[in-house]
């Protein structure tokens, strides 16, 4: 399967604890993002990837939430103190460069199903 | 004024009718826009981009892009039961690599 690869793909939390998220880019694929929906809402950018590198963090709350993008294995979403607002669907997409310029779009995983307590 | 808009739906069609979704976006310098499907409990699903002004045909679908009226549709013709999903539309802002998404049109294609 070359596909985006998420896990897991339904983490259950109770409020204080850390919830760890994990993504496997498609093969061949530099460019890594990640996304939050909401239930009944849609989806929000919340910051891009490349390997060792945050680009664009514009959308990751200021407190509690991390990503990295290690040289060696999975993106990580991670987030601190869980609270009963961070339940949702976190999706992981991946491209091989610039969304845009490379005309081909981002494509994304299965999604993690975070449920706070 | 939200980035990018869409009617919530539901819009219902008979199948084997055209379901026309339609989509608005704030930002002018918007080069690149796709179609997302998105079903109940899925992720969403690339159907179909588009970067410059006129209509592009995928098999049923056919999105059409007008970035003076900064509008953006996507039509499916001879519509079916498994067509009904929620259709997000996206936009590459410009000079930012992050996909900005609508709230999403969600469909409903009766027999």
């Known amino acids: 399967n070359a596909g985006v690869m998420q896990n897991p793909r339904h983490l259950v939390r109770r409020r204080g604890q850390e919830a760890r998220l994990r993504c496997s880019p498609m093969?061949?694929?530099?460019?890594v993002y990640w996304y939050r929906q909401l239930p009944e809402e849609g989806l929000k950018f919340m910051v891009y990837l490349q390997k060792e590198n945050i680009i664009d963090e514009s959308g990751m709350p200021k407190e509690r939430f991390s990503a990295e993008f290690p040289k060696e294995g999975p993106s990580i979403l991670r987030i601190q103190q869980v609270v009963r607002g961070d339940s949702a669907a976190y999706f992981c997409a991946s491209s091989p460069g610039q969304a845009g310029a490379d005309q081909g779009g981002q494509f994304f995983g299965p999604g993690t199903r975070l449920t706070v307590l | 004024q939200k980035e990018v808009e869409q009617n919530s739906g539901p819009l219902s069609v008979p199948e084997g009718a055209i379901a026309s979704l339609n989509c608005t976006y704030s930002?002018?310098?918007?080069?690149?826009f796709f179609w997302y499907r998105q079903y109940s409990g899925k992720s969403p699903e690339l159907i179909m981009s588009?970067?410059?002004?006129g209509d592009k045909e995928d098999g049923r679908f056919t999105a059409q892009l007008n970035k003076a009226s900064q509008y953006v549709s996507l039509l499916i013709r001879d519509s079916q039961p498994s067509d009904s999903a929620t259709y997000l539309c996206?936009?590459?802002?410009?000079?930012?690599?992050?996909?900005?998404f609508g709230a999403g049109t969600r469909l409903a294609v009766h027999p």
């Open positions: 930002d002018r310098v918007s080069q690149s």
């Open positions: 588009i970067y410059s002004n």
């Open positions: 093969k061949g694929h530099s460019h």
């Open positions: 996206a936009v590459n802002p410009g000079g930012y690599n992050k996909l900005i």
